[in-house]
């Protein structure tokens, strides 16, 4: 597992529950960043793109949680719930598909929280204010990760951005024993080539990307 903690802890556990011989190495540490959001008369609903988000957004989310909340995945949805938020609704699919849900239900104005990296997506003619509440800053080297991987270990990858960190710290001559298994087709991409095999997850969650383990051990 490459994800940062707490995030980490979670999927560890549920893949030793499914028999996985799991251990983990973050590729990031996450922080709390001080924020001020939009006056919440000023926004129809909240969008959560990361479970972080919600575990780091601190007491100011207080002042959203009578508003609507859209997360992607349900991991981010347990965490939006868990901060407060009564109505939360998710997609699996990603935030590009998660914009004209909002869309179709008259939101218009849509306060997006966040972590300071955040991709790009088309906001289809929506209002997205982004209020960036946590950073994931780098950690660990090459030497200290090349030690742990051995022939035929999977690679659970839960971000784009820590697919291209794994790409940078793993180079080729190293890649064609271990596999990859990413939450997403961007995360897949961002690993690189020369594995011995890259798949992305049907969703994006654990218990999806552990089915794609479990296939690959068969």
């Known amino acids: 597992m490459l994800r940062p903690d707490p995030g980490a802890e979670g999927t560890v556990a549920k ?3 499914a028999g996985f011989d799991a251990q983990s190495y973050p590729l990031f540490l996450v922080a709390p960043l001080p924020w001020t959001g939009p006056e919440p008369h000023l926004v129809d ?3 959560f793109t990361s479970a972080n988000g ?3 957004g601190g007491a100011q989310l207080a002042r959203y949680t009578h508003l609507p909340a859209f997360a992607v995945g349900g991991a981010t949805a347990q965490a939006a719930r868990d901060a407060g938020f009564a109505s939360v609704e ?3 699919d990603g935030v590009q598909q998660l914009v004209p ?3 179709r239900q008259g939101h218009r104005n ?3 929280i966040s972590g300071r990296d955040i991709r790009t997506f088309d906001p289809q003619g929506l209002r997205i204010v982004s209020a960036c509440v946590y950073a994931a800053v780098e950690r660990g080297n090459a030497e200290d ?3 742990l991987l051995t022939p035929g270990m999977i690679l659970l990858v839960h971000s784009p951005r820590a697919g291209g960190r794994l790409a940078d710290l793993v180079p080729l001559d190293r890649r064609s024993h271990l596999h990859i298994v990413a939450i997403s087709a961007a995360a897949q991409t961002n690993c690189g080539e020369g594995w011995a095999s890259a798949s992305a997850a049907a969703s994006p969650n654990d218990h999806a990307m552990l089915a794609l383990a479990a296939g690959l051990c068969e």
């Open 145 to 147: 990760l090349l030690a």
């Open 15 to 17: 893949a030793r529950e």
């Open 110 to 112: 849509i306060l997006h």
């Open 90 to 92: 998710s997609g699996d």
């Open 54 to 56: 919600a575990r780091l």
């Open 45 to 47: 609903a909240v969008m």
């Open 101 to 103: 849900v909002l869309a």
